[in-house]
């Protein structure tokens, strides 16, 4: 699976969910869902390219493949 990390960068960039939605362009409640978010479901090209310039990442900050677990 895919788990989402954007609420790690933005804690470790110690930014907010109003001022990277300044950034961006995206109301803050947008942000928030997407910050919310363990599992990356969809996000558009057009999202993750604003994501990355406005923290200064890659893609594969955002994002880390972890193996589905068998859970009991």
Do not use: F, H
């Amino acid at each position: 699976m895919i788990r989402w990390k954007l609420a790690v960068l933005m804690a470790e960039r110690n930014i907010s969910n109003k001022e990277l939605a300044v950034l961006i362009g995206m109301n803050p409640k947008s942000i928030s869902r997407l910050k919310v978010r363990r599992r990356l479901t969809r996000i558009d090209e057009s999202t993750l390219n604003a994501l990355c310039q406005a923290l200064q990442c890659q893609p594969g900050d955002l994002m880390v493949y972890e193996e589905d677990r068998d859970e009991p």
